[in-house]
């Protein structure tokens, strides 16, 4: 019965417990609505201050390349002499992965095709979209001012921006590659990811182009100085093999890829972002929570704070 009657206590005060929680919940109600309310109004107008995002991709099929024959004891001379001929194959997603990646050829491509201009915001702006068609909130919030950054600056900008608005990605199943390009101008997204495909895949085939032209220039070198029957049919089986690659890779139009779908401008109400209703909805809730948690914890600092200020009754 002694039990019992503890358990009746425990009860007793857990439920306390929660009428007093509910209770100062209740007691703070409008403090909490002001304050969910006040951040969910931030977070509306920061939202319609983001214009529309939208993406253009395109499909690629890697197309196979030719694997190097074996040449035994004559690939350690011709590493020595600083010709690589290459025990593997470099498939074409990682090629292009890591070309797009490269710093020397971003500072490339934002040379050549002006792209610190191309991607400002000031040229950008006459395609954005906006909810309802309104952009009066963008507007206030974005002062059109000259930057006063130095070329480096908006160079480096430029490139480090880049890095997020081109994306590409391999299927592992498949094996397909998608190239994407994300951009508030829909009609440059397009025109950028077709800029990106062609030079990426130009820059590629201009390396291997050069490789295997030295390769070719070393091996016909060997060829002429030696006597050896069946050295010269490996080497000369070799040469035609590379020369075969390189006619394969002036052939295509993209080097090591063939275009399955080609991108297209995408539709002005096929954006990818920004999930507007979603970031709303994130924010009210935690708005929420944020003010329930900081009234208990305002509540609690009282409490102890009157604790310390009541006078202490002798023992």
Not at 109 to 127: A, D, P, R
């Amino acid at each position: 019965m002694q039990h019992t009657g503890n358990n009746n206590n425990c009860i007793d005060e857990d439920e306390i417990d929660l009428r007093e929680l509910f209770g100062t919940i209740w007691a703070n109600k409008f403090k909490i609505a002001i304050f969910t309310f006040i951040v969910t109004s931030l977070t509306i107008v920061y939202v319609l201050t983001k214009p529309n995002q939208y993406t253009s991709s395109t499909i690629l099929a890697p197309q196979g390349q030719t694997k190097s024959i074996s040449l035994g004891g004559l690939s350690s001379l011709a590493s020595m002499a600083g010709v690589n001929v290459g025990g593997g194959v470099m498939d074409a997603y990682h090629s292009l992965k890591i070309i797009l990646g490269s710093y020397a050829f971003e500072k490339m491509m934002v040379k050549k095709y002006h792209l610190i201009n191309l991607l400002s915001t000031s040229n950008m702006k006459k395609e954005f979209v906006f909810p309802f068609g309104y952009n009066g909130m963008y507007n206030l919030f974005h002062s059109s001012k000259k930057s006063n950054k130095s070329y480096a600056d908006k160079e480096y900008l430029t490139i480090k921006a880049l890095k997020k608005i081109i994306s590409i990605s391999s299927s592992k199943k498949s094996g397909a590659i998608t190239m994407s390009v994300k951009l508030p101008d829909r009609f440059l997204a397009k025109r950028l990811l077709d800029i990106y495909l062609k030079n990426s895949t130009a820059y590629l085939r201009t390396i291997d182009m050069k490789n295997i032209k030295q390769k070719i220039k070393y091996y016909q070198k060997e060829l002429a100085g030696t006597n050896n029957i069946q050295l010269k049919t490996q080497i000369s089986q070799y040469i035609a093999n590379l020369m075969q690659k390189e006619v394969f890779a002036n052939a295509n139009p993209y080097y090591t890829v063939k275009q399955i779908t080609k991108p297209e401008v995408p539709y002005i109400k096929d954006k990818a972002g920004p999930k507007r209703a979603l970031i709303v909805i994130v924010a009210f809730i935690t708005s929420i929570i944020l003010a329930v948690f900081g009234v208990f914890f305002v509540e609690f600092l009282k409490n102890n704070k009157e604790e310390d200020m009541s006078p202490k009754t002798n023992q």
